[in-house]
């Protein structure tokens, strides 16, 4: 069974600088991997997705994610944060199998003026 | 263009009353639905999904169920709500054979 890891449950930056939201996955096969966004009392939207092409995907909002086989992880980077980047943000693993997805417990951000 | 529709938006219940969430895609034909609950402080946990009218999958044994009368609407229903019911419900669509989902506004249900 597939599976996803979130290594930090809460992070929090000033405006201008770097994100960093950690993931690993566990698979049996190559997977597919994604990115979602959720702001408070919202649906969750696509950042991006990776699914065996290049291993540095880029998203919207300026954010990118390399997929890394060799360390099973899937990190998502944004060069400058913004105050409307904070949200939960979810990675997300597919089975292949039925298409069911199977999310991380979610990493909050906090941008600090 | 594909649109996902979700009401109400807000919904307060007495425990023991039905309840009834409507879920309706636009722009795409013989989609995958998805109904998924967000606990306060909890990850998303899928709850049915269904690849074709009246086709439904349960993953989670409760008291909802789910039905999909038609082949862009899907219909998250409970006969008596308990307090635990209470949570934030996201419908998803996705294309056939395809693992991208795409996500609703979602519903926030609120059992007193």
């Known amino acids: 069974a597939q599976s996803v890891t979130q290594l930090d449950s809460h992070v929090s930056v000033s405006e201008g600088t770097p994100v960093l939201l950690r993931c690993n996955y566990s698979s049996s096969y190559s997977p597919s991997l994604f990115w979602y966004v959720q702001h408070p009392n919202k649906g969750l939207q696509l950042l991006l997705k990776y699914t065996s092409a290049a291993t540095l995907v880029k998203g919207i909002n300026g954010f990118e994610a390399e997929f890394k086989k060799s360390e099973t992880s899937f990190h998502l980077t944004k060069p400058s944060a913004h105050m409307s980047d904070a949200a939960e943000y979810f990675c997300v693993v597919s089975d292949l199998n039925d298409y069911k997805l199977s999310f991380g417990a979610g990493t909050t951000v906090t941008v600090r003026a | 263009s594909q649109t996902i529709h979700q009401w109400p938006a807000t919904l307060v219940q007495p425990v023991g009353s039905p309840l009834s969430l409507e879920c309706t895609v636009e722009?795409?034909?013989?989609?995958?639905l998805y109904w998924y609950r967000q606990a306060a402080g909890r990850g998303l946990q899928l709850l049915f999904y269904?690849?074709?009218?009246?086709?439904i999958s349960s993953e989670v044994p409760q008291n909802l169920s789910a039905s999909r009368p038609q082949d862009r609407q899907f219909i998250l229903s409970s006969k008596k709500l308990l307090l635990s019911d209470s949570g934030f419900y996201l419908c998803a669509w996705g294309r056939p054979s395809a693992e991208t989902q795409y996500f609703g506004p979602g519903t926030r249900l609120l059992v007193l």
């Open positions: 269904s690849v074709g009218i009246g086709q």
């Open positions: 722009g795409t034909s013989n989609p995958n």
